[in-house]
C-alpha cells in the first residue's frame, strides 16, 4: 500500500510507469461500467509491452478496481477548453501464475 504516497503514474494507451522507471502497456481484454455513471469502466487488461527493470517488469496483466469518478459531466464552457475530471481508482498488478 502506497499510504497516500505517489507510486507510478497512468497514462493513456493505457501505460502505467512506476516511480522507479519501468512501464508497461496493456490491451484492455474485459471492461464492465463503473458504479455509477459519473464512474470510469472497471477494466482488465493483459500486460503487451514493457520497459525496464523494475517493479512491474515481469507483470502479465492488471485490473482497474473500485473506479470513483473520472467521467466529464456536462458540456465544455469554451470550446478547445480543458475540463479536467478527477477519479480514484485501485490498479492490482498481477505476475504469471497469480
Same mark, same amino acid.
Given at each position: 500500500?502506497?499510504?497516500?504516497?505517489?507510486?507510478?503514474?497512468?497514462?493513456?494507451?493505457?501505460?502505467?510507469?512506476?516511480?522507479?522507471? +519501468?512501464?508497461?502497456?496493456?490491451?484492455?481484454?474485459? *471492461?464492465?461500467?463503473?458504479?455509477?455513471?459519473?464512474?470510469?469502466?472497471?477494466?482488465?487488461? *493483459?500486460?503487451?509491452?514493457?520497459?525496464?527493470? &523494475?517493479?512491474?517488469?515481469?507483470?502479465? +496483466?492488471?485490473?482497474?478496481?473500485?473506479?470513483?469518478? &473520472?467521467?466529464?459531466?456536462?458540456? #465544455?464552457?469554451?470550446?478547445?477548453? #480543458?475540463?479536467?475530471?478527477?477519479? *480514484?481508482?485501485?490498479?492490482?498488478?498481477?505476475?504469471?501464475? +497469480?
Amino acid at each position: 500500500m502506497a499510504e497516500g504516497r505517489t507510486v507510478g503514474h497512468h497514462y493513456a494507451d493505457p501505460t502505467s510507469e512506476s516511480a522507479d522507471g +519501468s512501464v508497461i502497456t496493456g490491451k484492455v481484454t474485459a *471492461s464492465i461500467p463503473g458504479p455509477t455513471p459519473a464512474d470510469i469502466a472497471r477494466l482488465r487488461l *493483459s500486460i503487451v509491452g514493457h520497459r525496464g527493470a &523494475g517493479v512491474v517488469a515481469g507483470v502479465t +496483466s492488471a485490473e482497474r478496481i473500485d473506479t470513483h469518478g &473520472g467521467t466529464a459531466q456536462g458540456p #465544455c464552457e469554451v470550446a478547445g477548453a #480543458c475540463l479536467a475530471a478527477p477519479y *480514484s481508482v485501485t490498479h492490482i498488478f498481477l505476475h504469471e501464475g +497469480s
